[in-house]
């Protein structure tokens, strides 16, 4: 027979306080995502049927956002040159945690049609975690919408943790980036 | 005097709460207009909650101190409110032009966050945000005055029970032309579409909040929605002859916010030059009009 004493609740640990919260934090930070859409290519086409009523990307709670620091996710639609490449580390960098970065069309996973080109990095990989790839060149409205409901899912079940690589591998990152760049730092006017 | 203190964070609560939710209603309507489905109702929530739980970067203490002073000033400003005409926090401390001051001290807050950032499109949004507040102020406040000078009282519960007196009409029918003026001033109070000039997310990177992220953002948006309620409740105590119970506040509350939403989901955006010549010319006409027709002649409906 139960004890009708009065038990204490079990003490949790403050780890699994932490996982706690943060399973809480997951439920909304999947529930709001906000682009910052780092356009560059021809894939970029696809993104207003997803955003108007064909597909309406704001039932599932995202929107486009105006600056790196307010975004959640960055879009790259398309091929970077060694130019863009700069800008988008700057941007990544800029973000605020968690972030998560999702990557549109062959471009950024081989290279695609620009794969021989002199200025065109072949594998966003190397350079960036990305957490989601959508391939197809272009990928139709459908699969770029499959792409953002696959990223819930992975925030769903932990597995989006392309900003943690990105600390955990921070010098090898780095060093990809210094190979193909030569310098990350930008010289220009909105840089210094 | 503790009671009045809970009081009246409870009047900020209920404010922040109402206008959050309505928020996220409109944007459901929003989505309807333009044959969406729109985003959940409480999708507000979830974006603030959001925000609060991502981790921020600091420009400084300028930059967090600003947030929390402009915070606390907006909540500040909500505990004067009255939510009906016999429902206030602190009694006789709800003047009109308490107010205008109060409302300043989170627009000031604001204003110096977005400058400690140091980003240049801040400072062109705190510049064209203080713009069009001198704008549309000249022409609200001159019809503003005119209802003062009618009713006989600048407490916002004078000016309900004025308008709830057998005999008087609402300000919006007795003053048909300064109503207009109320409701134009209103817009641009809320930022909404043709005024947006100071937010204006494609063309200055949504202005003061381009360097916030995270927890700031978020206290931002929790301070937006209890201005925006500040403002919408002015206009309905105004305007709309106050309230005599909750549920009359509800129903007005949610018809001007909509209405002001509508309009602005099917315009476009002004440039800042454009926004002050237009408040200059026919709103401040029309209040002016409004001003002699109403206390020199006495024509009042």
Known sequence: MLSTKFTPATKLSKAEIDRKWWEIGDFFRRNSLWLLMYCTGCCAIELPPAMTSAYDMERLGMGPMATPRQADILLVSGYLSLKTLRRLIYTYEQMSEPKYVVALGSCPINGGIYHDSHAVINQLDQYIPVDVYVAGCMPNTEAVMNGFVDLMDQIKHKTANGWKKYHAHFEWYKENQRNSLGEVDVHDEFHQ | ?301
């Open chain 2, 1 to 301: 005097m503790i009671l009045n203190v809970l009081t009246g964070i409870g009047i900020a609560f209920f404010a922040f709460v109402l206008q959050t939710s309505i928020a996220g209603i409109n944007r459901k309507i929003v989505g309807r207009l333009q044959k969406r489905i729109g985003p959940r109702w409480y999708q507000e929530f979830i974006d603030i909650f959001k925000l609060l739980s991502k981790r921020s970067v600091s420009h400084g203490w300028i930059f967090d101190f600003g947030v929390i002073m402009a915070l606390g000033g907006i909540i500040g400003t909500a505990m004067f409110m009255p939510i009906t005409s016999s429902f206030v926090a602190f009694q006789d401390y709800d003047n009109f032009f308490i107010f205008v001051y109060l409302l300043a001290v989170g627009m000031l807050g604001m204003a110096m966050s977005a400058s400690g950032s140091g980003n240049p499109w801040a400072s062109i949004g705190v510049m064209r945000a203080l713009t069009t507040m001198l704008a549309y102020e000249v022409p609200f406040l001159i019809v503003v005055l005119t209802i003062v000078n009618i009713s006989g009282s600048s407490s916002m519960t004078g000016i309900q029970i004025y308008q709830q007196t057998v005999g008087n009409n609402w300000f919006i029918i007795a003053l048909p032309l300064g109503g207009i003026v109320g409701f134009i001033s209103l817009m641009g109070m809320l930022g909404k579409k043709p005024f947006e000039t100071y937010i204006a997310p494609a063309e200055i990177a949504s202005g003061p909040m381009v360097e916030y992220g995270g927890k700031q953002l978020g206290m931002l948006f929790i301070l937006h929605e209890i201005s925006v309620w500040i403002e919408v409740t002015l206009f309905v105590h105004l305007f709309l002859g106050g309230a005599t119970n909750i549920v009359e506040f509800l129903i007005k509350y949610f018809a001007v916010y909509t209405l002001a939403n509508l309009i602005s989901n099917v315009n476009g955006r002004f440039k800042i030059d454009q926004v002050v010549t237009f408040f200059y010319k026919w709103p401040l006409l029309m209040a002016v009009t409004q001003a002699v027709i109403a206390i020199y002649f006495g024509w009042v409906i």
